[in-house]
């Protein structure tokens, strides 16, 4: 004569809804999203500190829009974008800083650093450095005169970096068309997607040394450019570091110059012409060349989605409170 047959049924149904809600929020967890209002609450002023830092530095050196851009694109494509580029090495880190693809010439470290200590201050322990990073890439763009998205937000930065990992999954320069794709399929990208991210080379600038083979070597190359590129480029190693812009035409603009450049045989790096050399990827490159809103159309809508490779979100990675370090 214990539970009535009534209560016994209600019990088991409370405990089924109770199971349900258990699996739904561990589902919603595993998969929980970017959002473009994550810190609307948190810290409101979070997007105005960064646009503000970011139009300071870009109108103190307008290259800086342009490293970065640059610096988001190194963070995602080496294990997702969790910050891990900005950790310094350390007794237990082997970090991405001094990878080939980003020594000597990835730079911004100072400015993420700056936003940074200022969003501390106002909201400690928010902000992670890896958002820093999204928004920072997204309002140098509009900073240059560039298209604008809204920047999907809650991302987690990492404890930990991949020297190795930088250095093989990121593009390098020599590469030739297949192998541009192939580095983009296996995160996830079209050709398309490829050749609209590439446009970022329409600002920025690059070191002697990776251009330096295609300009003394390579023939298809518009001859005036080639001569005119070398006069700072000599076959001298003394000269690797010196910088040629990657769009020689309109080199601080965020417009469509690259692919107008590229029809005319006017790419600064192998890789950049490799997009317009006789392969699948020729007929996009004419199409962003004569429309430059096709282009910032599908820039803005691949950078969405190159902000959302494995981000560290929930309760994964921890929000350091330098970006340099861990905490
Ligand atoms: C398609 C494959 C890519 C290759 C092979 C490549 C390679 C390079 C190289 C060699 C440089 C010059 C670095 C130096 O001086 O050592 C450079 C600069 C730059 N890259 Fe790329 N890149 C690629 C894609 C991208 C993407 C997808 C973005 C951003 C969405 C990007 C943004 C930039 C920017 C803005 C600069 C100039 C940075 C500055 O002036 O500080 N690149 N890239
Ligand atoms: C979050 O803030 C942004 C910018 O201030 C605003 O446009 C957006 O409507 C807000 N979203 C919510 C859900 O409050
Ligand atoms: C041109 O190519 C040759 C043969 O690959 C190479 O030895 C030489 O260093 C290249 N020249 C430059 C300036 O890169
Ligand atoms: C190129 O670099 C070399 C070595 O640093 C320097 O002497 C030379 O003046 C540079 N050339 C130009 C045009 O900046
Ligand atoms: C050569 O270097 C100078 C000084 O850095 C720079 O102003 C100029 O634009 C460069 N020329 C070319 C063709 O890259
Ligand atoms: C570029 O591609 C878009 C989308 O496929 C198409 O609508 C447009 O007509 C093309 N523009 C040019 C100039 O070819
Ligand atoms: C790096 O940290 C992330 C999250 O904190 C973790 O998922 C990942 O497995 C770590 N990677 C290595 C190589 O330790
Ligand atoms: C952040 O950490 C780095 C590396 O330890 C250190 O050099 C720097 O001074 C720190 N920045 C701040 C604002 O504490």
Redesign the pocket.
Same mark, same amino acid.
């Given at each position: 004569m214990a539970l009535n047959s009534h209560s016994s049924i209600s019990f088991k149904r409370s405990l089924c809804l109770f199971l349900f809600l258990v699996v739904l929020l561990n589902f919603k967890m595993a998969s929980a999203q970017l959002s473009t209002d994550f810190y609307n609450s948190t810290c409101s002023k979070a997007l105005s500190t960064i646009e503000a830092a970011v139009i300071k530095a870009v109108a103190n050196e307008q290259? *800086?829009?342009?490293?970065l851009?640059?610096l988001?694109?190194h963070d995602c494509?080496v294990n997702g974008c969790d910050a891990s580029i900005l950790l310094d090495d350390t007794s237990s880190i082997n970090g991405e800083k001094t990878s080939a693809?980003n020594v000597?010439?990835?730079?911004?470290y100072d400015v993420i650093d700056t936003i940074k200590s200022q969003l501390e201050s106002i909201c400690p322990g928010v902000v992670s450095c890896a958002d820093i990073l999204a928004v920072a890439?997204r309002d140098s763009v509009v900073a240059l005169g560039g298209p604008s998205w809204k920047v999907e937000l809650g991302r987690r930065d990492s404890t930990n970096a991949s020297f190795t990992a930088a250095n093989t999954q990121?593009?390098?320069?020599i590469?030739d068309l297949d192998d541009?794709i192939t580095?983009?399929s296996q995160k996830g990208f079209t050709e398309k997607e +490829?050749v609209a +991210?590439?446009?970022?080379?329409t600002?920025?600038?690059?070191?002697c040394?990776?251009?330096r083979n295609r300009i003394y070597n390579e023939t298809n190359i518009d001859s005036s450019l080639a001569t005119s590129l070398k006069t700072n480029c000599s076959s001298s190693t003394a000269d690797d570091d010196n910088?040629s812009s990657?769009d020689a035409t309109s080199h601080v603009i965020f417009d469509n110059g690259y692919y107008k450049n590229l029809v005319k045989n006017k790419g600064l +790096?192998h890789?950049?012409q490799q +997009?317009f050399s006789g392969g699948s990827t020729d007929s996009l490159v004419t199409n962003y060349s004569e429309n430059a809103n096709e282009f910032y159309k599908d820039?803005a809508n691949? *950078?969405l989605k190159?902000g959302q490779l494995s981000p560290l979100t929930g309760t994964n990675g921890q929000i350091r409170t330098n970006c340099s370090k861990v905490n």
């Open positions: 290259r *800086m829009g342009a490293s851009l640059r988001h694109f494509f693809p000597g010439s990835v730079r911004g890439a990121l593009p390098s320069f590469l541009l580095t983009f +490829l +991210l590439s446009g970022a080379h600002t920025g600038e690059a070191r040394v990776t251009f910088l990657l +790096l890789s950049d +997009l820039f691949a *950078m190159m």
